[in-house]
């Protein structure tokens, strides 16, 4: 469900290595790219493109199975049979949504345990809003709406882009994360209009998650270095700030409708240029918990590497019985 997570990772360098490119083949693809086509797994794509896509949509469905940790933990504790089956689902569905992300992944050449093998040894990156705690039922509600509503924004944009198998996937997760929305917004409306503790509640955990979610999209545009040929190959749609405004735009209004306070004394919306100013997210934070620095990175890759050692004996088992079939790349 996350996206934007591609852009998280502040690279030291601007990604290079277009000069080894047929400069005939390379301004083909850029003129099927401006045409609005899709790109597709046999055509002929840039190193770099391939590159970018794989560490996109790697790290997008990295985000899908660390994501269900925060949420899943709360399957037994949420409160009433109704909310628990909800729960369970939306778990369900986040991890769905990684297996189709794997698997457009693998069609540029990169393999599924490859990819996992990264998570688990802390080379490839994940979305840096699930290195948070949980602490309350009210925590797992902020994930269910805003967290899902972050991904939408991105999502949606992207599902437009070049690469065809990344766009079908996202095309189907997009579908899926909308009833999460409602999900995640009835919860949150629910104790936000309950009790006094409900209230409070709810309020503190939208206190505690806040800054997450204005990193969620990304470091400024003015400090990515991937943005540019991202969105010149319709990799993404739309930039970081470009995204965080958009949230603004359409969850402020509506958080503000239920009776919660915004903690940012900061956050207005300029009337001139029509864009929010709001007070600068911390950049050193982001960067922190990138890299393996947040308060829950280590136990939630624990968790992900004890799921790994643990399903090794099916994997063996399945790999033996088809040592003799045929394997072909998977479609997406």
Request: hydrophobic share 35%.
């Amino acid at each position: 469900m996350y996206g934007s997570v591609s852009t998280h990772d502040i690279p030291a360098q601007a990604p290079t290595g277009l000069e080894n490119e047929d400069p005939q083949l390379l301004a083909e693809f850029e003129a099927r790219i401006a045409r609005g086509e899709k790109i597709e797994p046999d055509d002929y794509m840039p190193a770099l493109y391939r590159k970018q896509l794989i560490r996109m949509i790697e790290q997008h469905a990295h985000s899908e199975i660390i994501g269900s940790l925060p949420e899943g933990t709360w399957i037994t504790r949420a409160p009433g049979f109704r909310r628990k089956m909800a729960q369970m689902a939306k778990v369900q569905d986040e991890v769905g949504h990684a297996q189709l992300l794997y698997s457009a992944a693998e069609t540029l050449g990169k393999t599924r345990e490859e990819m996992i093998t990264d998570l688990i040894n802390g080379k490839s990156k994940y979305s840096n809003v699930f290195n948070y705690p949980t602490p309350t039922w009210a925590d797992s509600n902020v994930i269910s709406w805003l967290i899902d509503a972050g991904a939408i924004v991105n999502q949606m944009a992207n599902a437009k882009g070049s690469y065809g198998p990344y766009c079908r996937a996202l095309e189907r997760i997009c579908a899926e994360e909308s009833f999460h929305l409602k999900y995640g917004h009835d919860a949150v409306v629910h104790m936000a209009t309950g009790t006094p503790t409900q209230r409070r509640m709810m309020q503190e955990a939208l206190n505690r998650w806040w800054p997450p979610i204005m990193t969620f999209f990304g470091p400024a545009d003015k400090m990515s270095q991937h943005t540019e040929i991202l969105m010149r190959w319709k990799v993404k749609m739309a930039s970081n700030d470009d995204c965080r405004q958009q949230f603004l735009d359409m969850y402020v209004p509506k958080i503000l409708e239920i009776g919660l306070t915004i903690p940012d004394p900061k956050l207005r919306k300029n009337e001139e240029t029509g864009k929010w100013e709001y007070t600068e997210p911390d950049w050193d934070e982001l960067r922190r918990v990138i890299n393996g620095d947040g308060p829950c990175n280590k136990e939630r890759l624990a968790v992900r590497r004890a799921a790994e050692e643990n399903g090794a004996w099916v994997r063996r088992a399945l790999q033996a019985k088809q040592q003799a079939a045929k394997h072909v790349r998977p479609l997406a």
